[in-house]
């Protein structure tokens, strides 16, 4: 049945301008829309527009960012897997990826294919340790052994980006092809979804797409697509961009058990892209979700594998929606009706394509329609109500007139933690600033070591806590960009120029303390060596300025000084209960 723009099917009568209603509610600029039902297309639409400045409307064909929709695709992909034989959803993951590890070792040996897209592993999302990285997907592979779990395997569900990061690579490693080879062979191409992508930048380059749009203190702004480089490992979480009128075909294969059935111009032939027993799994509930109950409308939610489902006023909804910067998404399912819908949307963060769907969902089920769009009104008002509060409660336990221990400068420097990596603090006119992954922010003094940001793109207020050691340098930085685990703690690596072998040169000779000859080398490029008679020779672990400390020894260091010339002339060593001074022969 050909899509039509004016629906014929009585119950969405008036359905167009209720669209428009809350769009404008909520300051939506485009969105499209298509509905299916008894495997036909009922209604696929454009509404508003998908280029304000240059007033381009949208279409059934205007391509969107789908955000974590795309995850439902990476577990078909899985499934397709399973149907060939190559996986067993059960197996340990370390059956298929040997060098799998997490911090949690139970974990690590019992994770399956199961756990990882159910969202049951004990890690929270962690996901500002990805954000904005350009680290490949085998580099943040091996870090997630440094992310802290907030719960035990398998007691909690917590919703996480890195584990289908992990599915997607052991999709490559399964198939031999990347994710996105993988995904467009075996599921857009045989579908026929032609517009649908994996790239922001190859998205603009097609006839038809959407820009993405923010609200920024009530008023709309276009916003940045979301960096590509930096969003590449994590793709099989949520990267593919797609228009409606591609998306009903991805929605009709849900509800014709995994089948795509091609038209006339295609031969009339039906293609099984996978198994009714897959997405029987799919559909499923794997994992309940314990969160209190907000809306009479729903019960008994849990996660399958890629879908959200619930009772939805006594009938089974599988869904799934999708959040990125600029885009927000959902596709829903109605498998025992045979409806189906899905919502593009060019703006950040709305909650338009669940009012929408919930409404088009009461009209096809011909149930009472209830007012979803002021029910969320009310919500969002008591989160922000919440929030204030929040914000007034922060400003009441700040303790007044305290000031940093140390000049701003002491502050600055690069800071790394093994999972998430390295951030730079800088000092900028008077203040400091934190540059992490591809954002930056500052910092405004709080009290004591204790500063405060606020970082725009994730509307997130934090606390930053500096710390010193016994020396009296300031060399940790603690931020909770995981609020459920403990600070992530950044502990102060040396400069990078304390690895050139011109800097080092300089220090490399025999020092003398008491008779005692010292030796300082290099070996290689970039490490240096002391030794001492009758010891081991022990490792210099660049510090700060021209000092280093003794790798694996806790307390000892040596630190170089120079003459009014530039000239090394000796080496300081400092040991737990004692300092003496070398002087270079």
């Keep these: 049945m050909q899509a039509s723009e004016t629906p014929t099917v009585p119950q969405l009568q008036g359905f167009a301008e209720f669209v428009q209603t809350v769009m404008q509610d909520w300051k939506v600029q485009g969105l499209g829309v298509a509905i299916v039902k008894d495997a036909s297309v009922i209604f696929s639409q454009g509404f508003g527009k998908r280029n304000v400045a240059e007033n381009l409307d ?73 954000y904005g990285s350009t680290r490949t997907q085998k580099e943040l592979f091996d870090r997630l052994q440094y992310l802290e779990p907030s719960k035990d395997f398998r007691t909690t569900w917590q919703y996480q980006n890195l584990m289908y990061m992990t599915a997607g690579y052991l999709i490559e490693v399964l198939s031999g092809q990347s994710w ?39 008023e709309v702004q276009l916003s940045d697509f979301y960096n590509e480089a930096a969003f590449a490992a994590i793709a099989p979480a949520g990267a593919i961009n797609a228009s409606v009128t591609d998306m009903s075909k991805w929605v009709l294969m849900h509800l014709n058990k995994g089948k795509h059935e091609n038209g006339e111009s295609e031969g009339g032939s039906t293609v099984q892209i996978v198994s ?88 096809l089920l011909e149930m009472e329609p209830v007012n979803w769009n002021e029910q969320v009104k009310q919500e969002i008002a008591d989160v922000k109500a919440a929030m204030e509060q929040n914000k007034e409660k922060s400003t009441a336990d700040r303790i007044a007139n305290t000031h940093p221990s140390h000049q701003l400068d002491a502050y600055t420097g690069d800071f790394e933690q093994p999972g998430y990596g390295t951030l730079h603090v800088e ?13 930056s922010f500052t910092l405004s003094h709080y009290h004591y070591d204790v500063f405060e940001a606020y970082i725009e793109r994730f509307d997130l ?67 240096l060596f002391l030794t001492v008679p009758g010891q ?50």
């Excluded at 795309?70 to 577990?75: D, E, L, R, S």
């Excluded at 040996?109 to 049951?120: G, K, S, W």
């Excluded at 467009?184 to 959407?210: E, H, K, W």
């Design 58 to 130: 949208v279409t059934p064909n205007t391509l969107f960012a789908i955000g974590s929709c795309t995850k439902a695709f990476t577990t078909t992909a899985l499934g397709i897997l399973v149907d060939e034989g190559k996986l067993d959803w059960d197996a340990p993951i370390k059956t298929y990826l040997p060098t799998f590890k997490l911090q949690d070792e139970f974990a690590t040996q019992r994770m399956t294919a199961r756990d990882l897209v159910c969202h049951r592993s004990g890690l929270p999302r962690h996901d500002l340790m990805w």
């Design 180 to 218: 996105e080879a993988f995904v467009q062979q075996r599921i857009l191409t045989p579908l026929g979804m032609q517009q649908c992508n994996f790239s922001a930048t190859t998205s603009q380059q097609a006839a038809d797409f959407s820009l993405p749009y923010k609200e920024v203190k009530d």
């Design 276 to 363: 009714e027993t897959q997405l029987v799994q799919m559909h499923a509930p794997q994992m309940v979700i314990a969160d209190p109950r907000r809306h009479k409308e729903f019960a008994n939610s849990s996660y399958g594998l890629g879908w959200f489902i619930h009772s939805y006023r006594g009938h089974v909804m599988v869904e799934h929606g999708g959040n990125i910067d600029g885009f927000s998404a959902l596709t829903m399912l109605f498998p025992d009706e045979n409806i189906g819908m899905v919502v593009l949307s060019n703006m950040n963060g709305t909650p338009v394509p669940n009012i929408l769907c919930y409404n088009i969902a009461d009209r």
């Design 427 to 439: 000092k900028q006119d008077d203040a400091l600033s934190i540059r992490y992954n591809d954002f």
């Design 461 to 527: 207020h934090m606390k930053i806590l500096f710390g010193g050691n016994l020396k009296g340098d300031i060399d940790t930085v603690a931020i909770p960009f995981e609020p459920t685990v403990k600070e992530i703690i950044f502990k102060r690596v040396a400069s990078q120029h304390m690895s050139e072998r011109a800097f080092l040169e300089p220090f490399v000779g025999t020092y003398e303390f008491s008779g005692i000859s010292i030796v300082v080398s290099l070996r290689g490029e970039k490490t």
């Design 536 to 585: 081991p020779d022990y490792e210099l672990q660049p510090y700060k300025g021209t000092a280093f400390h003794f790798k694996g020894l806790s307390g000892f260091s040596v630190e170089f000084k120079r003459d009014e010339g530039g000239a090394v002339q000796e080496a300081v060593l400092t040991q737990p209960y004692s300092t003496v001074t070398a002087k270079r022969q």
